[in-house]
């Protein structure tokens, strides 16, 4: 009896995470551990909210965020499309930056599993 050889169950793609649009809905963590860029829009509100809100509202949604602290959810939406739509534009994320330069001791190959130093 000849065995076939093992084949891995494909599985669905799965949505790249620059294709997921920020919302109101979603809190501070998940816009900025998928869109990491927008990091530096919070801190621009930090002083108006007189509060770090990486430090205090991290696990807020956004509109709540908004409410609590006065600012404008709408130019905050604005400000976060604009710097995560500058990563399309040529800037990389810091994974793909390491995966980029994490040479595996092989002039030209890269390991994207080995963070660089």
Same mark, same amino acid.
């Given at each position: ?8 169950? @494909? =599985? ?10 920020? @919302?109101?809905? =979603? @809190?501070?963590? &998940? ?28 696990? &807020? ?10 600012? &404008?959810?709408?130019?905050?939406? @604005? ?18 930056? &390491? ?19």
């Amino acid at each position: 009896m000849k065995e076939e050889p093992f084949r891995a169950k @494909t =599985m669905p793609m799965a949505r790249h995470e620059d294709d997921i649009h920020i @919302t109101p809905e =979603m @809190t501070l963590l &998940d816009i900025i551990s998928r869109h990491r860029e927008t990091e530096a829009v919070f801190r621009k509100y930090d002083e108006q909210a007189g509060v770090c809100l990486c430090c205090q509202a991290l696990f &807020d949604p956004l509109k709540t965020v908004a409410e609590k602290y006065g600012l &404008d959810l709408k130019q905050i939406l @604005t400000d976060l499309a604009s710097a995560s739509s500058s990563k399309e534009s040529g800037n990389h994320s810091r994974k793909e930056h &390491d995966a980029h330069i994490a040479v595996d001791g092989k002039k030209g190959q890269v390991n994207p599993f080995k963070p660089s130093p």
